[in-house]
Nanobody, 121 residues
């Protein structure tokens, strides 16, 4: 069965960095686009970034553009999110998600359990 397991969250200081990973299994990872989303306390789900199945196209929400970088290693079935210049407003539960097709505009059908990121001094 499809499994998505996020890791790499934790506590970071403002201006610091974290790298999230999402280990995927149970499907042909290289055939599907993947995305990252987050949910802050008391707020709705925010889609942050998407990447095509072949990694050749990416998308970023304005809130993270220039600070976050999405990437994938299809040989390792792993999705990444490099987060730099972190701000307190980046505090949230971060999820990875699998699309139903090769580009990130497809609906997403599976989600991980999330990894907590807290940005605080």
């Amino acid at each position: 069965q499809v499994q998505l397991v996020e890791s790499g969250g934790g506590l970071a200081q403002p201006g610091g960095s974290l790298r999230l990973s999402c280990a995927a299994s149970g499907f042909t990872f290289s055939s599907y686009a993947m995305s990252w989303a987050r949910q802050a306390p008391g707020k709705g789900l925010e889609w942050l970034s998407g990447i095509y199945s072949d990694g050749k196209d990416t998308y970023y929400a304005d809130s993270v553009k220039g600070r976050f970088t999405i990437s994938r290693d299809n040989a390792k079935n792993t999705l990444y999110l490099q987060m730099n210049s972190l701000k307190p407003e980046d505090t949230a539960l971060y999820y990875c998600a699998k699309a139903t097709g090769g580009n990130y505009y497809y609906p997403h059908d599976y989600w991980g359990q999330g990894t907590q990121v807290t940005v605080s001094s």
